[in-house]
Antibody, heavy 118, light 113 residues
Framework: VQLVQSGAEVKKPGESLKISCKAS????????IGWVRQLPGKGLEWMGI????????RYGPTFQGQVTISADKSISTAYLQWSSLKASDTAIYYCIKHTGSAWEIDSWGQGTLVTVSS | DVVMTQSPLSLPVSLGQPASISCRSS???????????LNWFHQRPGQPPRRLIYKVSYRDSGVPNRFSGSGSGTDFKLEISRVEAEDVGVYYCMQGTLWPPGTFGQGTKLEIK
């Protein structure tokens, strides 16, 4: 399994952004894939997931309405997007793959650093 | 929502000595299938987390056997039998049983004394 994320981004407050995660080595439509946030110097926060097979998408309470998760199963890629970034969105974002066993996570992408600064 | 509480948050250990990290959940992590979905991850500086343990006590492929996980219900432990230099970093427990999933502990920073 490999999850390869798009590169670091520097944006201004109010701008939009879409980052990506290209998956390989497994059946992309058949496993939940999602995102975890790590604020600078802080711990890990689960954001939400999507099931690419039917696009069922679920969000953690903190992130509902703040971000949009999507996927394109034709190219085995998941996305995380913001319509209007804030400085507080500055963080590393990790793509994660859930296993088929309950909600365990078995794979991580390398991380995408998003910096939002005026 | 379930809360995962780790202790200690800082763990200075001498090389070759054992180390132990505790993780407690606010609710039972026994899933409807009777299994318990508790993971341990290790994150080195500047790297993504890597899973060490799944379903409480199963080591992932390539994880040295000096790492072991134990526990049940709400109380879990990660033990390192003899700490090596490559073990420094932050260790996180995570529950994969309850919704919303992916609830992590605060992290335990292991450093060499």
């Amino acid at each position: 399994v490999q999850l390869v994320q798009s590169g670091a981004e520097v944006k201004k407050p109010g701008e939009s952004l879409k980052i990506s995660c290209k998956a390989s080595g497994y059946s992309f439509p058949s496993f939940w894939i999602g995102w975890v946030r790590q604020l600078p110097g802080k711990g890990l926060e689960w954001m939400g997931i999507i099931y690419p097979g039917d696009s069922d998408t679920r969000y953690g309470p903190t992130f509902q309405g703040q971000v949009t998760i999507s996927a394109d199963k034709s190219i085995s890629t998941a996305y995380l997007q913001w319509s209007s970034l804030k400085a507080s969105d500055t963080a590393i974002y990790y793509c994660i793959k859930h296993t088929g066993s309950a909600w365990e996570i078995d794979s991580w992408g390398q991380g995408t650093l998003v910096t939002v600064s005026s | 929502d379930v809360v995962m509480t780790q202790s200690p948050l800082s763990l200075p250990v001498s090389l070759g000595q054992p180390a132990s990290i505790s993780c407690r959940s606010s609710q039972s992590l026994v899933y409807s299938d009777g299994k318990t979905y508790l993971n341990w991850f290790h994150q080195r500086p500047g790297q993504p987390p890597r899973r060490l343990i799944y379903k409480v006590s199963y080591r992932d492929s390539g994880v040295p056997n000096r790492f072991s996980g134990s526990g049940s219900g709400t109380d879990f432990k990660l033990e390192i039998s003899r700490v090596e230099a490559e073990d420094v970093g932050v260790y996180y427990c995570m529950q994969g049983t309850l919704w919303p999933p992916g609830t992590f502990g605060q992290g335990t920073k292991l450093e060499i004394k």
